[in-house]
């Protein structure tokens, strides 16, 4: 055979399997994240949830993909600036997501309770209450900020009393 033979027998085998294989469904990919994250496969888990953002941005599971990669970043990987990523990006993709105003509060959260950046925490914490006056999280928005930066221990003694010298909270 002659090489431009061979070379045209190659592209009609390729192009015989591509047209064969099937492209994944929103459900498929969802499906396989899902046990990805089940099987504590979290870069594959997050690869599969992030797949399924670009590919379905508009599908049934765009949102919560969102939520679980923030979350996987969070929990099992402790990446904060990718949880900070996902979580904003959920916000500005889905404003009225039933994960938004969660999300919201969670940029906020990490950037004060893991980040300690301060500055950052403060402004995400106003524009979660721009953006979600009437969330229940609210209350918890709004004792962040004027805790912001405190030791939780200390924020303890003030609520329950002195602390004694084994490290318990003794009351007032």
Known sequence: MKVHQI?????VITASFSACS????????????????KESKFDEAIHGYEKLVKQFSDGKYAEEALQREAFLYYNNIKDFYKTI??????????PESQFAAQASFMVGYVYANDLKEYEKAEAAYNQFLELY????LGESVKWELEHLGQDVNEQLINLFGKEESNGSVKSN
């Open 133 to 136: 006056p009437e969330s229940e």
């Open 22 to 37: 099937k492209p994944q469904s929103e459900e498929d990919v969802w499906q396989q994240a899902s046990q990805f994250e």
């Open 7 to 11: 070379v045209i027998l190659i592209m």
């Open 85 to 94: 990523e996902c979580h904003e990006r959920l916000v500005e993709h889905y």
